[in-house]
């Protein structure tokens, strides 16, 4: 058995829902369910219960689950343990949002100063995955913006970032000091694809179902805003074009900037990593 394959068979089994664990994986559904159903047959049985709401797993799924996760820990073990007896030691960092963040910059001057051997890798992701692969074992730490699910994660807040509504800047209320979000209701918002993490669907679509188009990207959101009026949340202080504006929101709680990884994880560096950017951030 692959130990992709098996990644993708915990995501299956943890969201018991192919479209949502597709979503997790920043994969389509289509070669998720053909992988499942080429572990079905080397397995040689059902892992999943399919209904047309989600799946369950069969006894022989649960067994399979408990023994993918030891796999997958003893894999990472292993990589750990290699790595540092070839003196290679190896950091993999899913970064989500505006990379000019001078947090962001200052963090990664820091982490170098304090770990100047180690390969640091970035992976970035899209708003569709606020743990930037974390749960899907592509990355070691994520720095990203909450709220979302934290379950089996050790999560620490940053910084806290007021946010605002995008408007062009032809737009009626884009002159205005600061907006309710009720002031929005009878407007058409952008919103992130089925099976996004529901936390972090609610809070920038603040939090009330939302009619608009779908988007994944930053460039997307503000795309949207541009060519069809859509509203949508940022947080106040990045720069936009001059086509658009922001408006502060007087009744959304701030968006946290954090740093996440697994709970448990006992790899020295991302310790040291959270401890490093929770003091990047404080300046």
């Known amino acids: 058995m692959e130990l992709r394959t098996l990644r993708y068979f915990v995501a299956v089994a943890e969201e018991l829902h192919f479209g949502r664990a597709a979503t997790r994986l920043h994969m389509s559904q289509p070669p998720l369910s053909r992988?499942?159903?080429r572990l079905e047959a080397e397995v040689g049985a059902l892992l999943f219960a399919r209904s047309p709401t989600g799946v369950t797993l069969t006894p022989v799924g649960s067994v399979l689950l408990d023994e993918a996760r030891a796999l997958l820990d003893h894999a990472e073990r292993v990589r750990v343990r290699v790595g540092a007896a070839a003196g290679v030691a190896t950091v993999t960092i899913g970064i989500l949002g505006d990379g000019t963040d001078p947090g962001a910059a200052r963090l990664a001057a820091a982490f170098r100063r304090s770990r100047p051997g180690v390969d640091i890798r970035i992976r970035e992701t899209d708003l569709t995955d606020p743990t930037c692969g974390l749960r899907a074992g592509l990355v070691d730490v994520a720095l990203t913006r909450a709220p979302f699910d934290e379950t089996a994660l050790t999560v620490r807040t940053l910084r806290a970032d007021p946010v605002g509504v995008v408007l062009r800047a032809d737009d009626?209320?884009?002159g205005r000091d600061g907006l309710r979000s009720a002031e929005l209701d009878d407007r058409r918002w952008f919103r992130f694809p089925q099976g996004t993490d529901p936390r972090w669907q609610s809070y920038w679509h603040g939090g009330r179902p939302r009619e608009g188009p779908v988007v994944r990207t930053v460039q997307e959101c503000l795309q949207a805003v541009l060519w069809n009026g859509t509203v949508g949340l940022a947080?106040?202080?990045?720069?936009?074009?001059a086509e658009l504006a922001v408006v502060p929101l007087t009744d959304i709680p701030p968006s946290r900037v954090v740093a996440a990884w697994n709970e448990g994880d006992t790899n020295p560096l991302?310790?040291?990593?959270g401890e490093i950017a929770t003091a990047a951030y404080r300046r």
């Open 35 to 37: 992988a499942i159903k």
């Open 172 to 174: 009626p209320l884009a």
């Open 235 to 241: 947080p106040l202080g990045h720069n936009l074009p």
């Open 270 to 273: 991302i310790r040291s990593f």
